[in-house]
DNA sequence: GCACTTAGGGTCAGGGTGACTACAACTCGG
DNA sequence: CCGAGTTGTAGTCACCCTGACCCTAAGTGC
């Protein structure tokens, strides 16, 4: 039996926000300060014990909201880390989940004492082996960017192209030629009757996603594990 | 805490061997019929608890060789699956893994009355939700194929580029053009000397893996989460 | 020697991609 | 009110990859 192995889960959260030198969208990620051994104040993803009456994916929603105050429009498993020496006290094993906010909710965890949002790609040491964990992260974002439709996670239910590419090169790190882009994307999306004016510039038009559109995710766990809480 | 959550490890092995019909490579699993309630005499995917001195993927081997006496030769984490009501009866979270077994391999596990191969794609009703499991590590496997190279695990360290090419065409269940597949896969791989003769026909030369091209795989957790039993 | 079978090299048309050009349509400064 | 500035959107073109197909090479077996 497995009584002496504690189950955990925690996950890494990410919002595009400013960069403080260029201004533009990069990736930030919240991380919370640990007030207790092992580790005490390094920062670590947000996480806890899994209770036995809630799923894998409802104890990481709630571990969020508890300890950022963050609901994410996106939460998905990343990996389970089972290393026996993981923690120095005594065998944790990790359900890791990866999460987008929007921008809106990324606010709702505000900086202090305990939380604090970090540039995904500039961390400090973190606890355990939780920097290993935000590498292997970020890299599922950015692979999964390429080929299904998360992008729209960090966005509203309309977005205009420019921002849906401006979260693609945020992501990706690197510019995207904007015709291109257009032209890649367009397939997948509706467009509406909706224009931006204000602008200094031509208006440019809102889009929607087109849910007939199906991507390849996750196979055949897409519809079968769906949160219980919405 | 989560100390009445019981952690185990399952895996879904995959081996090649002619389909009984069509007498053409296909994917057959093993599974092993459950000797006590619940789900007394359903087959199952092979696994055991996780015990406190092992890592993930240390008690996936171990299970996997003492159910069903396999030696993998590719192993890799599939998912973690942590509905609350899998297992009627308490609180299980299982690890699953996947494996990939050469032919030689899989005779170790003779067929008996514990231990039985099936078709991988016409499975009877398993135990817990272990169906699902199956579903989710087909569709990883074939979707892993078309971009990396675990084709290989189930060959030996030489092959003639047909084997290979039977190796995809049984994992994806269609025919590939030999002379377009030599095109897309010789780059990754370095040409021996040797030919094969023997057979009625022109023989066909012995190829291997060329270490030097890396593919994508699974990013920073390919090397970092050796297996700590090699 | 000839039929047969698979190995392996080549061609060609079509689709997608990146680089680039051109025009459209708004705001703002004068 | 007009032109400059800026971004949105359409289109072109060369290139590469792909699938479909053809052809020759080189063994075995009769």
Chains 1, 2 share one sequence.
Do not use: C
């Amino acid at each position: 039996m497995s009584a002496d192995i504690s189950l955990a889960v925690s996950t890494a959260i990410f919002a595009l926000r400013p960069h403080p030198d260029t201004g533009l969208s990069a990736l930030w990620i919240p991380l919370v300060r640990r007030t207790r051994d092992p580790f005490e104040n390094r920062w670590a993803l947000p996480g806890g014990w899994v209770s036995p009456d809630e799923s894998l994916s409802d104890a990481a929603a709630r571990n969020l909201l508890e300890t950022t105050g963050v609901e994410p429009t996106y939460l998905e498993q990343l990996y389970a880390f089972g290393a026996v020496d993981r923690s120095p006290d005594r065998r944790v094993v990790s359900i890791v989940y990866w999460a987008l906010v929007r921008p809106e909710q990324a606010d709702a965890a505000t900086d202090g004492d305990n939380v604090r949002w970090f540039l995904a790609d500039d961390l400090p040491e973190l606890a355990f082996d939780h920097n290993l964990i935000v590498d292997y992260a970020l890299w599922r974002l950015r692979t999964k960017m390429e080929y299904s439709r998360i992008a729209h996670a960090f966005l509203g239910p309309t977005f205009t192209l420019t921002e849906l590419r401006e979260v693609h090169e945020a992501v990706l790190q690197r510019p995207l030629d904007p015709a291109n882009f257009r032209r890649q994307v367009e397939p997948t999306l509706v467009a509406t009757e909706t224009l931006v004016t204000g602008g200094r510039h031509r208006p440019p038009r809102l889009y929607r996603y087109d849910e007939s559109v199906r991507l390849v995710d996750n196979g055949p766990l897409t519809i079968a594990t769906p949160r219980s809480t919405p």
